[in-house]
């Protein structure tokens, strides 16, 4: 190359900042929920397999997190996020202290309510009490330094009836903005038949974190998990847009990316590395 067109590239080098993709990979890690089947029996050779593919992140389960810590202490793999158990933010709350103690202790950054059983859930007023439910907990979350996150499932964007919007725009108006953050599944959204992007563009940098995963192209809509288990896909299959999710969600400012697949057709390691590896090819 001759110094003329040396430079030209140079100055376009410089004019044009670092990709959105490669700023998304930096961040990219794994829901553990992912291989609950595989890490309980070989902790230290799955965390050092999901390490090898190339992530660098991890978001934890609270249950069964003392029996696995060891091995991933002896990972590069950095705790970012955990689901803690919903009954501490709902019934067990005098026990959610010394969980969130323990959680800052190890260094994570985030705190997840992950999941509001049926017989728990509701119209309007079961949100907006929910919201009061969040508001407190993300204020002992907030003193550890810590971020609260909900995470949705499909229930929450049910259209509130007789009136306007959905269930989680009930809770996300009624929660504090300063203490309750969104974990967006977006899989969860898609398959309650709203577009992920446009739930980013709704709620801004209010979403956080974000659960990448895909859904099998036909599957019905439902405001409910009850999905068939080959519904959930690997990132290069299904109905999901993944460019124009993370192209939203680069400009809504989200700050952890994590893939989980509930579901796997075989070994949960082989789609955690499909995904990966697709991931790594996305332009956006």
């Known amino acids: 190359m001759d110094r003329r067109r040396f430079l030209q590239s140079a100055a ?7 990709s959105a993709q490669a700023r998304t990979l930096n961040t990219v890690g794994v829901q553990l929920y992912t291989v609950r ?11 050092k397999t999901i390490q090898e593919i190339g992530f660098k ?19 590069k ?25 323990s959680a800052a202790g190890r260094g994570f950054k ?10 728990d859930r509701g119209g309007p007023d079961v949100m907006k009490r929910l919201a009061d439910t969040l508001n407190k907990a993300g204020e002992k979350a907030k003193a550890h330094k810590l971020t609260l996150a909900y995470h949705n499932h499909a229930f929450e964007f049910e259209p509130v009836k007789g009136g306007s919007g959905t269930l989680l725009d009930v809770l996300m108006t009624a929660a504090d903005p300063k203490l309750v953050t969104l974990e967006l599944d977006i899989m969860w959204s898609k ?26 192209t036909g599957t019905a ?8 288990r080959d519904a959930f896909s ?21 700050k952890h990316f994590f893939i989980e697949q509930d579901q796997t057709p075989g070994n949960p390691l082989d789609s955690l590395r499909q995904s990966f590896n697709h991931l790594k090819k996305v332009s956006y």
């Open 57 to 75: 992140q991890v978001e934890a389960v609270g249950a069964g997190l003392d029996k696995i810590w060891p091995a991933l202490q002896q990972t």
């Open 234 to 254: 690997e990132l290069d299959k299904g109905s999901i847009d993944i460019a124009a999710v993370l192209a939203a969600a680069t400009k809504a400012g989200v």
């Open 12 to 18: 376009t080098a410089a004019a044009i900042p670092f």
């Open 110 to 119: 985030y705190v997840v309510c992950p999941y509001i059983a049926p017989q």
């Open 191 to 216: 398959v309650a038949g709203v577009e992920p992007v446009d739930v980013l563009k709704k709620f801004g940098k209010r979403v956080t974190l974000m659960h990448l995963k895909n859904v099998k």
């Open 221 to 228: 809509q439902r405001f409910n998990e009850g999905v068939p």
């Open 77 to 101: 793999l950095k705790p970012v996020s955990v689901h803690l158990d919903t009954q501490l933010f709902m019934k067990n709350v005098d026990k959610l202290p010394a969980a969130l103690d």
């Open 37 to 47: 089947g595989v890490l309980p029996k070989e902790p230290l050779e799955t965390l």
